[in-house]
């Protein structure tokens, strides 16, 4: 298995004995990718699913909030609180659609 792997390019990594969580934490990876990606787009060919899989990606890495994470995303730190009332009515927040609209980023315009 691990020379047919080879040949896609993919690069087997084993996971340590001691790390029984392991498992989980990918289960849960793929259980969010299914709901939130693949659920709602159509996938024609392998070229457009590796796109959306790194578009994915990105997203939940650097855009997405975790519970675990206090709403931050991993590659991301939460930003400092609005505490300013006339800030926080006048907030300006942007929307960035990305594949198609299926994900949806927000921001803070400067």
Same mark, same amino acid.
């Given at each position: 298995?691990?020379?047919?792997?080879?040949?896609?390019?993919?690069?087997?990594?084993?996971?340590?004995?001691?790390?029984?969580?392991?498992?989980?934490?990918?289960?849960?990876?793929?259980?969010?990718?299914?709901? &939130? =990606?693949?659920? /709602?787009?159509?996938? !024609?060919?392998?070229?457009? $699913?590796?796109?959306?899989?790194?578009?994915?990606?990105?997203?939940?890495?650097?855009?997405?909030?975790?519970?675990?994470?206090?709403?931050?995303?991993?590659?991301?730190?939460?930003?400092?609180?609005?505490?300013?009332?006339?800030?926080?009515? &006048? =907030?300006?927040? /942007?929307?960035?659609? !990305?594949?198609?609209?299926? $994900?949806?980023?927000?921001?803070?315009?400067?």
């Amino acid at each position: 298995m691990d020379e047919i792997l080879a040949d896609a390019g993919i690069r087997t990594v084993l996971t340590g004995i001691r790390i029984p969580r392991m498992n989980a934490v990918m289960k849960r990876w793929v259980q969010s990718c299914r709901r &939130e =990606l693949l659920d /709602r787009c159509l996938v !024609r060919n392998e070229r457009q $699913l590796r796109h959306a899989l790194r578009e994915y990606e990105r997203f939940y890495n650097r855009h997405r909030a975790h519970q675990a994470l206090d709403q931050a995303a991993p590659l991301r730190a939460v930003p400092a609180p609005i505490t300013d009332p006339t800030r926080i009515a &006048e =907030l300006n927040i /942007r929307r960035r659609d !990305r594949l198609g609209g299926v $994900l949806h980023e927000y921001s803070h315009a400067a």
